[in-house]
């Protein structure tokens, strides 16, 4: 383990993921956190899942309690903030909610259903203002803090879904907001812009879909990026928050980094 988030209480909210053939980006950045040193609070709506991510912190000398919320609940996550608390303190919080594509039902905007629509904005942008709302409510009393919010480069290309790109686009507009008002209190907020990732979340529905093998499905995303060998994983997503919540990025606040290897760089 290192020492880089040393000492440090983080919330990981999406902890756990879709069951696939890799590791997806809330269960990544959870071990990677707890690896450096960060005490790790997993939530997820899917408890069996959350806990598997625990477990594996575990197994690696960690600690992880688990907490089964619903971010469209501000019900849950106020239990939630509660169960922070127990630590005394929050330092990192880091929001990685998030549906997209087919699987959820979403669609361009002359095809999009108003239910669809309500509910992925639901739970990509909706959920994270409750928890950057009790977040901030311990961060302000302690006079410090992190929180990095998953959006998506969905906003930066021609991306063909409305409903995906609509909600990452609050989201996209979300930690500026918190990091303005919040500066004073010592706290900082930064989005995150993943692109083409090889997460469960992102290829499993496509090759249930597509009949095509995993790897065919891996080598069309790949021929989409300009940085492409090999492909982008949840761990090159993860490296964006950690560093974010470390003290390298002390005077980090506002502007988002985009982990796409350049594939929005091919826009326009």
Same mark, same amino acid.
Request: proline letters at 6%.
């Given at each position: 383990?290192?020492?880089?988030?040393? #000492?440090?209480?983080?919330?990981?909210?999406?902890?756990?993921? !879709?069951?696939?053939?890799?590791?997806?980006?809330?269960?990544?950045? *959870?071990?990677?956190?707890?690896? =450096?040193?960060?005490? @790790?609070?997993?939530?997820?709506?899917?408890?069996?899942?959350?806990?598997? !991510?625990?477990?594996?912190?575990?197994?690696? #000398?960690?600690?992880?309690?688990?907490?089964?919320?619903?971010?469209?609940?501000?019900?849950?996550?106020?239990?939630?903030?509660?169960? /922070?608390?127990?630590?005394?303190?929050?330092?990192?919080?880091?929001?990685?909610?998030?549906?997209?594509?087919?699987?959820?039902?979403?669609a361009p905007v002359t095809e999009i259903e108003p239910e669809t629509f309500s509910g992925i904005v639901?739970?990509?942008?909706? #959920?994270? @203002?409750?928890?950057c709302k009790h977040a901030l409510r311990i961060m302000r009393e302690q006079g410090s803090g992190v929180?990095?919010?998953?959006?998506?480069?969905? @906003?930066?290309?021609?991306?063909?879904? /409305?409903?995906?790109?609509?909600?990452?686009?609050?989201? $996209?507009?979300?930690?500026?907001?918190?990091?303005?008002?919040?500066?004073?209190?010592?706290?900082?907020?930064?989005? @995150? $812009?993943?692109?083409?990732?090889?997460?469960?979340?992102?290829? =499993?529905?496509?090759?249930?879909?597509?009949?095509?093998?995993?790897?065919?499905?891996?080598? =069309?995303?790949?021929?989409?990026?300009?940085?492409?060998?090999?492909?982008? !994983?949840?761990?090159? /997503?993860?490296?964006?928050?950690?560093?974010?919540?470390?003290?390298? *990025?002390?005077?980090?606040?506002?502007?988002?980094? /985009?982990?796409?290897?350049?594939?929005?760089?091919?826009?326009?």
């Amino acid at each position: 383990m290192g020492q880089r988030v040393a #000492g440090k209480v983080a919330l990981v909210v999406g902890a756990g993921q !879709t069951e696939g053939a890799t590791v997806g980006n809330g269960r990544a950045a *959870a071990l990677l956190m707890a690896r =450096e040193g960060a005490a @790790v609070v997993a939530v997820d709506r899917d408890a069996a899942s959350a806990e598997k !991510t625990a477990q594996e912190i575990i197994d690696e #000398g960690g600690r992880a309690p688990t907490v089964r919320a619903d971010v469209a609940s501000e019900a849950d996550i106020e239990a939630v903030a509660a169960c /922070v608390d127990a630590y005394g303190r929050l330092d990192i919080l880091h929001d990685n909610v998030g549906v997209a594509g087919a699987a959820a039902g979403d669609a361009p905007v002359t095809e999009i259903e108003p239910e669809t629509f309500s509910g992925i904005v639901a739970v990509n942008l909706q #959920g994270m @203002v409750p928890t950057c709302k009790h977040a901030l409510r311990i961060m302000r009393e302690q006079g410090s803090g992190v929180i990095t919010d998953i959006a998506s480069n969905a @906003v930066l290309i021609d991306y063909p879904n /409305v409903a995906h790109r609509i909600s990452k686009a609050g989201v $996209l507009s979300l930690p500026p907001h918190v990091a303005a008002a919040n500066a004073s209190h010592g706290i900082r907020a930064n989005a @995150v $812009l993943p692109g083409l990732m090889e997460t469960p979340m992102a290829m =499993e529905p496509r090759v249930r879909q597509s009949g095509a093998s995993l790897e065919q499905v891996v080598a =069309e995303r790949d021929a989409r990026v300009p940085l492409r060998h090999p492909g982008g !994983t949840a761990w090159d /997503v993860a490296h964006a928050p950690l560093f974010l919540a470390s003290d390298e *990025a002390a005077f980090n606040t506002g502007p988002p980094p /985009v982990v796409d290897g350049g594939q929005s760089l091919l826009t326009g």
